[in-house]
T-cell receptor, first 113, second 113 residues
Framework: GAGVSQSPRYKVAKRGQDVALRCDPI?????LFWYQQALGQGPEFLTY????????KSGLPSDRFFAERPEGSVSTLKIQRTQQEDSAVYLC???????????FGPGTRLTVT | AQSVTQPDIHITVSEGASLELRCNYS??????LFWYVQSPGQGLQLLLK??????LVQGIKGFEAEFKRSQSSFNLRKPSVHWSDAAEYFC???????????FGTGTRLTVIP
């Protein structure tokens, strides 16, 4: 596709459930970032991949959060035992090898009830 | 530590009026600066970016921004606002390369007829 896609666009989870959020970046984008955007806030960095290698996960808020990109393209952000404070929009962004611009997907809005 | 401050949470302007959105950053090295726009339910769209060179940068949709190192600012301007400009605007700073971005909390723009 021409842009970054994310699925699902909306997810409602009961507290304690596990969720998996998918990001499909632009073909050829080596770098992939995940951000969390709480209501009324700017996006905050979660984790970063270069190809399949997770080079920075310093922004993950707890060990309930896990991300992977096994083949260096599609990435999945998994949240185990969701809590209400996990409710947010999760944004994925890709970046080309010689590019300084990050291309964002539409995000997944997660609501934990 | 890197940080971005957007002092105005909400700005209302009349259609056709000029606009300036403020952004101040804190960064220890030469910053890479960005302005993104986010419409409801949409991802972030890049308006413009500054890496080096001319401190006045032109972007899409008639927006421009000026980098002022002495003031640690990167304010966004538009001479004549259109109703379709109503959205949330985010300023961001990064280290360049494949590095994550630090975002401000955003400024919500309302345009009145």
């Amino acid at each position: 596709g021409a842009g970054v896609s994310q699925s699902p666009r909306y997810k409602v989870a009961k507290r304690g459930q596990d969720v998996a959020l998918r990001c499909d970046p632009i073909s050829g984008h080596v770098s992939l970032f995940w951000y969390q955007q709480a209501l009324g806030q700017g996006p905050e960095f979660l984790t970063y991949f270069q190809n399949e290698a997770q080079l920075d996960k310093s922004g993950l808020p707890s060990d309930r959060f896990f991300a992977e990109r096994p083949e260096g393209s599609v990435s999945t952000l998994k949240i185990q035992r969701t809590q209400q404070e996990d409710s947010a929009v999760y944004l994925c962004a890709g970046q080309g090898k010689h590019d300084y611009e990050q291309y964002f997907g539409p995000g997944t809005r997660l609501t934990v009830t | 530590a890197q940080s971005v401050t957007q002092p105005d949470i909400h700005i209302t302007v009349s259609e056709g009026a000029s606009l300036e959105l403020r952004c101040n950053y804190s960064y220890g090295a030469t910053p890479y600066l960005f302005w993104y726009v986010q419409s409801p339910g949409q991802g972030l769209q890049l308006l413009l970016k500054y890496f080096s060179g001319d401190t006045l940068v032109q972007g899409i949709k008639g927006f421009e921004a000026e980098f002022k190192r002495s003031q640690s600012s990167f304010n966004l301007r538009k001479p004549s606002v259109h109703w379709s400009d109503a959205a949330e605007y985010f300023c961001a700073v990064g280290a360049g390369g494949a590095n994550n971005l630090f975002f401000g909390t955003g400024t919500r723009l309302t345009v009145i007829p």
